[in-house]
């Protein structure tokens, strides 16, 4: 082809003559993904991250790293003349004077949210279908790894702002560390560079982990995890005859997925934009600067935190000691085995499953929850204890609400979150058989319909295929 | 000059010609083939124009500086980018050929490959002649490597100085001063109020290390009943505790005098993340709440001049509780 020829071609010949990438690319246009919107729920958590990237880069541009204490004399006049770091000055100084900058702000922080939403919500789809079975479980280690990296990441992002919320955020934060048992306290020294508020390099140690390391981090695990992702293809429902283990049903990449994707991209990034805009998130000029000595009543977290809260709040008053030497101080329980457990669950959920069902195949058909009701019955029981423990991190609002005494409700959760998730796993597995139930049932008649309808045509009553006729 | 008109050409044609005829007959065509959907089509041409209009705005407004900028900023911005992301859409809706493709599983295993990774590796090492021993000091040499790469980060900061946890700023005779650095009074301090203090001439870097700030109320004496041990550390009813709560390090900030809550009818110091509750007329007990120590106190005293001054240091270590947090006692004179 020469001159003369379209300017794909040209721009094709190209490509390929240097990168020798043409038969990757004829392959990845034609890559097939299965048409259900639950698999959409891992884009959008990807471009929110790359929202999270975008409007990042544009914060670090103006973020000051530094715990220095100075003296406000900026635009907003209930600050003047406060002592605060420049750290939150510097917040202070982008969300109120440079132009655009409490939109790219606030859009970061409604990113992360979703961010995390969308990465539950993906884990939750590929949990209750089984979508983490073999081939497939390094891709799910890799995603559930990620989730907690993100987790630590925003929990970072949240801290360098230093107003007082995230003062408070940060030293809850340091003393669940301080109590993992044996070497809490040598950690936290070593991370902090002595005991709270730590050294002065604390602050940028935290900022390049924030806007370096860990995104770093998880960029390389999101890679990995498409790799896989691509490698083994996407699972599918069975939803036709053509569907099997064996072959994938789907549209493909290009041209008719490509646009779709692209256009979800543009919506979460929109979505966000108007979040970020029009609906006010974290006003810190409100909350002032944190300082040790200082703490305001009724701080809530952002809501994926909201579950170390409510776990710190519920575990009844000790400290595991011996002696003079205390084992396991209290934070450690809600704030460090809760969410271990969790994770550890996650983790070992496969091969758990795996042990005990001996399920050694490979899978490329999910199941839908219905189809495995152990799973999704201890899914449900999972879920119910987590939500409920975050439900606790609330009272305090509910007390403010409805009256309702703080005490007793803690004395509630305390027992309710044993009792409740025992109920909630208990519900949904009769659910499962019962949908189940309803399926066989109905199979059986349609079967009987089928039959009698053949038997009828045979016998010269009417016509074949025709239900409504027999029905009415 | 001919390659500039040649662009300019077929800019133009990009712009406004027709689809050629493609020299390919259908039967030979990768992508199927289905009729023109003009509706669709002017639909989304419609939203190129409204992306651009939005996009405008959003530099109008950034140049502009209208009231209520960041609303419209986000507005103008997140508009233009949900108008392209809707053209997309009916573009793979409407426009381009939904296919549905079979397409088979890649191969779940390559049992031959397998077969020959584990044989290459298992034939290269057959010069070897004592392997347990070899695969031992690997393991050896890997992992003391290991060790000294790690071993740096121990500048990052005082890991093995843990006793940084035990030191305090309070000393005997020390005066108590408000935020502003004025020492309080003994008269200075009213029942059902709540005051913040800290030790006398400390920086204000100083000032946010978690044994700093102790908190002040006042009681009827009537109304302590103090251990044996914590004797004599009010100060006619004037009691002292550490501010930060013994479980998780915040400040505790809620003085709960009897006021109101009829059902809870004691004095309470709370703290607000996560509503430790301690009993300031015992010590500082726990009441509620997750804190597994007590409020450390400090011991106070009257001079003569009727300034506040400690009496001594806390009579337990200040601050979240760690490994070895209780050796307080064995470390403070």
Not at chain 1, 329 to 342: K, M, Q, S, Y
Not at chain 2, 192 to 213: H, L, M, V
Request: glycine residues 10%; aromatic residues 12%; charged residues 15%.
């Amino acid at each position: 082809m020469s001159r003369g020829a379209p300017i794909t071609r040209r721009a094709v010949r190209w490509l390929d003559s240097r990168s020798g990438s043409a038969p990757f690319l004829r392959k990845t246009l034609r890559y097939v993904f299965p048409d259900h919107w639950s698999f959409l729920l891992g884009e959008v958590a990807l471009y929110a991250f790359t929202v999270l990237v975008a409007t990042g880069i544009y914060l670090t541009l103006f973020y000051v790293d530094s715990t220095k204490e100075i003296v406000y004399h900026g635009s907003y006049a209930p600050l003047q003349g406060q002592k605060m770091s420049e750290a939150y000055a510097s917040v202070v100084h982008i969300s109120l004077q440079v132009k655009a900058g409490l939109l790219i702000r606030q859009t970061h922080h409604w990113a992360a949210n979703i961010f995390l939403a969308a990465i539950v919500l993906h884990l939750f789809r590929v949990f209750f279908t089984g979508a983490y079975r073999k081939p497939r479980e390094l891709t799910y280690v890799l995603g559930v790894t990620m989730l907690i990296v993100s987790l630590l990441e925003a929990y970072m992002g949240y801290s360098l702002v230093d107003d007082l919320l995230s003062g408070m955020g940060l030293v809850i934060g340091y003393s669940v560390g301080l109590s993992l048992p044996f070497v809490g306290a040598n950690l936290m020294a070593l991370i902090f560079q002595g005991p709270f508020p730590g050294g002065p390099e604390f602050f940028p140690r935290m900022y390049i982990a924030h806007v370096f390391l860990f995104p770093l981090l998880i960029a390389t695990l999101l890679g990995a995890h498409l790799v896989l992702v691509a490698s083994k293809h996407h699972t599918q429902f069975k939803r036709k005859r053509s569907q099997t283990e064996r072959s994938l049903v789907g549209v493909p990449m290009w041209p008719g997925q490509a646009p779709r994707s692209l256009g979800l991209a543009l919506a979460t990034a929109g979505l966000l934009f108007l979040l970020g805009g029009l609906v006010e998130i974290n006003p810190i000029w409100l909350w002032g600067p944190f300082h040790t000595y200082s703490s305001t009543n009724g701080a809530q977290p952002d809501w994926y935190l909201g579950w170390l809260i409510g776990g710190l709040r519920l575990v009844p008053s000790f400290d595991w000691t011996i002696g003079r030497y205390t084992v396991v101080p209290n934070p450690f329980w809600g704030g460090a085995a809760f969410p271990l457990i969790v994770f550890g669950f996650l983790y070992f959920w496969p091969w758990l499953e795996r042990k005990v069902t001996g399920d050694h195949a490979f899978h490329n058909i999910v199941e839908r929850p219905r189809d495995a009701p152990v799973r999704t019955a201890i899914g449900v029981g999972m879920i119910a204890w987590v939500v409920l423990v975050f439900m606790a991190g609330g009272s305090d609002r509910v007390y403010v609400l409805f009256g309702i005494t703080y005490t007793s409700q803690i004395w509630v959760y305390r027992v309710l979150v044993w009792v409740g998730p025992l109920v909630a796993a208990g519900i949904a597995w009769w659910t499962c058989t019962a949908l189940q139930g309803v399926e066989r049932v109905d199979g059986a008649r349609h079967e009987a319909e089928a039959r009698a309808r053949l038997a009828r045509a045979r016998r010269g009553e009417g016509p074949p295929g025709d239900p409504g006729a027999v029905e009415s | 000059m001919s390659r500039f008109r040649d662009w300019l050409v077929s800019g133009a044609l990009l712009v406004v010609g027709r689809r050629p005829r493609r020299p390919l007959d259908d039967a030979r065509r990768l992508v199927p083939k289905a009729p023109p959907n003009l509706a669709a089509e002017t639909l989304v041409l419609l939203l190129f124009g409204l992306t651009s209009l939005s996009a405008i705005g959003f530099v109008l407004v950034y140049a502009l500086d209208p009231p209520a900028q960041t609303q419209l900023l986000g507005a103008t911005l997140g508009l233009a980018l949900l108008f392209l992301a809707l053209a997309l859409i009916v573009v793979g809706q409407k426009l381009v050929v939904t296919e549905e493709l079979v397409e088979e599983y890649p191969a779940p295993e390559h049992p031959h490959e397998q077969a020959l990774v584990g044989e290459l590796i298992e034939e290269s090492g057959d010069r070897l002649t004592r392997k347990g021993l070899f695969k031992l000091g690997l393991l050896g040499a890997g992992g003391t490597l290991g060790l000294a790469l790690l071993a740096p980060v121990v500048s990052l900061g005082p890991v093995f100085r843990v006793r940084e946890y035990l030191t305090s700023p309070w000393r005997k005779g020390r005066r108590l001063v408000d935020d502003k650095g004025k020492p309080y009074k003994a008269s200075d301090i009213e029942a059902d109020n709540f005051y913040s203090a800290f030790p006398e001439g400390i920086t204000e870097t100083q000032k946010e290390a978690i044994e700093a700030p102790v908190l002040l109320i006042r009681l009827p004496e009537s109304a302590l009943s103090l251990p044996p041990e914590l004797q004599g550390y009010d100060a006619g009813g004037i009691l002292a505790y550490s501010k930060i709560c013994t479980h998780a390090g915040c400040a505790i900030s809620m003085y709960r005098a009897p006021l109101f809550q009829p059902d809870e009818p004691k004095p309470a110091l709370v703290c607000p993340c996560h509503y430790s509750t301690f009993d300031p007329t015992d010590g500082g007990s726990v009441v509620f709440g997750p804190a597994g120590r007590k409020l450390p106190m400090l011991p106070l005293t009257v001079d003569a001049r009727g300034y506040l001054r400690a009496n001594g240091d806390f009579d337990e270590a200040a601050g979240p509780s760690w490994w070895g947090v209780r050796i307080w006692k064995d470390t403070s004179s």
